[in-house]
């Protein structure tokens, strides 16, 4: 139908479209009266495309809704980077306006009010993350962990990373976080238990891997094809063997210098101190200087050891 009234055969002179010319009207007039008739038949057109509303429609409107969230997304991450929080929230809302359930912008929405000190604030906008479809549930675990934390409600706190543990989140930085609230709180065994967690983390070369496919996860959330092959690859096992021999050699040159390896044997060994375990903290203390000999906290561990040990 369209295509007739686009159309005009090659071989009607003026004669030909005389015939077609309604009785009374001039050529000029005949043609405008062509045109709008046409564009009218286009407008109808698109109404009842719209008013029908096919999936294609609802799919290449999604897209663009999709595309234009992402981009204020982007522009807050680059301003909560740049700790300019005011703006980050501007841009974040803007997102939200577009997509209300852009679960990313949402959670990093709530970390740049965190940031400004409105607590309350934050707190609200993760438990409404929670409440919706996400891939991101260990990242709002964790940063309402981190909330609690901030306000000491050490026990509320240590809920959330629990729940966090399994997710698609770091691992080693919960259990981290974990065995620093128990050791805060007195639970020694439990502390111990996850700072031991954290050091086979982070002495399991796959690790850093495994993290780039579990920040992948937020990344792809909306996108149907390469979600699932991230899923996939994080859930099988992955072993040292997988990495390139390069790689694998680079990664465990780096883990002998890693301060935040020093870090954690410097934990276990004031856990296994106050567990009575001398022996064992003295070790521990000993391998956190190996890995970072300007280690000041566990030098003076080792040292106060040491002396208990000579009398």
């Not at 306000?151 to 809920?159: L, M, N, P, S």
């Not at 930085?173 to 007195?186: M, N, P, Q």
Request: proline content about 3%; charged content about 25%; hydrophobic content about 40%.
């Amino acid at each position: 139908m369209f295509y007739l009234f686009f159309t005009i055969p090659a071989d009607r002179g003026q004669e030909g479209f005389k015939k077609q010319r309604p009785k009374g009207l001039s050529r000029n007039q005949a043609i405008f009266t062509w045109v709008l008739l046409l564009l009218w038949l286009i407008l109808m057109s698109f109404g009842i495309i719209s008013t029908i509303n096919p999936e294609w429609l609802k799919n290449l409107s999604y897209i663009g809704v999709k595309v234009e969230s992402r981009d204020y997304k982007n522009y807050g991450d680059s301003f909560l980077n740049q700790r300019n929080y005011k703006q980050a929230i501007i841009q974040y809302k803007q997102a939200l306006k577009i997509k209300p359930d852009y679960v990313g912008a949402l959670i990093n929405l709530a970390v740049a009010y965190i940031h400004l000190g409105d607590e309350k604030q934050a707190a609200q906008m993760l438990m409404n993350a929670l409440q919706m479809q996400t891939s991101q549930k260990g990242v709002i675990y964790y940063n309402l962990g981190e909330l609690l934390e901030k306000q000491e409600k050490w026990d509320e706190a240590i809920k959330y990373y629990e729940k966090a543990i399994g997710s698609e989140f770091e691992q080693g930085l919960i259990y981290r976080k974990l065995g620093t609230l128990y050791l805060a709180i007195g639970q020694y065994e439990k502390a111990k238990k996850a700072f031991e967690m954290t050091l086979a983390d982070q002495l399991d070369p796959c690790t850093s891997y495994k993290n780039m496919l579990r920040k992948s996860i937020a990344v792809f959330e909306n996108d149907t094809i390469n979600l699932p092959i991230i899923k996939e690859q994080l859930a099988r096992d992955i072993h040292p063997e997988d990495l390139a021999s390069y790689d694998l050699e680079i990664i465990r040159l780096l883990q002998k210098s890693d301060p935040e390896i020093a870090k954690t044997h410097n934990h276990l060994g004031l856990i296994y101190a106050r567990l009575g375990d001398v022996n064992k903290a003295i070790e521990h203390f000993q391998k956190s200087l190996q890995i970072w000999p300007g280690n000041l906290d566990a030098r003076k561990n080792l040292q106060l050891l040491q002396r208990i040990q000579e009398k």
